[in-house]
């Protein structure tokens, strides 16, 4: 519970650090109140459901599967009273899909979490990307053992796809110069003191 609460408060900073600097960028912090070394209280995220659970929920719905950009185009790209498809509330869902995924990005970058699968990140009904469950940072494993895995941050062909993008994530990595995640390392960096790398 203390390891969740260190996080979360890296990552209230992030988000001071993203509004003193004017990033259009998006993250959801969530309260947790410990009440002794391995108990406590968490805030529900409600507006929210695990990509697992929504792909469970697809694979029972045979339109759709298990296809994370039809999920994502279903769960955030219909009317909420209608039903119907609504390109203007897909586009919006997309920009805040992007924007908390690059703010994601870095934050699992610099605090080195692990552990990223579908039962930890979340999809807001407005499509930003929550994540969830930090037992895996700074190198750190459960039961204090390190965590071997090397992928700085997950980010799958179908996320991309999302996004808009039907490029590889290595050629959306190449021309990254200048884009959100870069500027924002940039101002990390500044703010740092040189602390980070």
Request: hydrophobic content about 40%; proline content about 4%; overall charge positive.
């Amino acid at each position: 519970m203390r390891q969740e609460v260190f996080v979360l408060q890296g990552l209230k900073l992030f988000q001071l650090i993203f509004r003193k600097h004017n990033l259009d960028l998006w993250m959801r912090y969530y309260s947790i109140v410990c009440a002794g070394k391995d108990c406590g209280l968490l805030e529900v995220v409600t507006d929210a459901q695990s990509l697992d659970g929504l792909k469970k929920k697809g694979t029972k719905i045979n339109d759709i599967g298990t296809s994370l950009p039809k999920i994502f185009e279903r769960a955030c790209g219909r009317d909420p009273i209608t039903g119907e498809h609504d390109p203007v509330r897909l586009e919006l869902a997309r920009a805040n899909f992007i924007t908390s995924m690059a703010a994601y990005s870095l934050f699992c970058y610099i605090f080195l979490v692990k552990d990223r699968h579908n039962g930890n990140i979340m999809l807001s009904t407005e499509g930003h990307v929550v994540h969830i469950d930090f037992g895996f940072v700074l190198g750190i494993a459960p039961g204090n053992t390190f965590s071997l895995e090397t992928a700085p941050f997950k980010l799958t062909p179908e996320m991309v796809e999302i996004m808009g993008q039907r490029r590889t994530a290595a050629r959306i990595v190449d021309k990254s110069n200048g884009h959100r995640g870069t500027r924002q390392y940039d101002w990390f960096q500044k703010v740092s003191n040189g602390i980070l790398p």
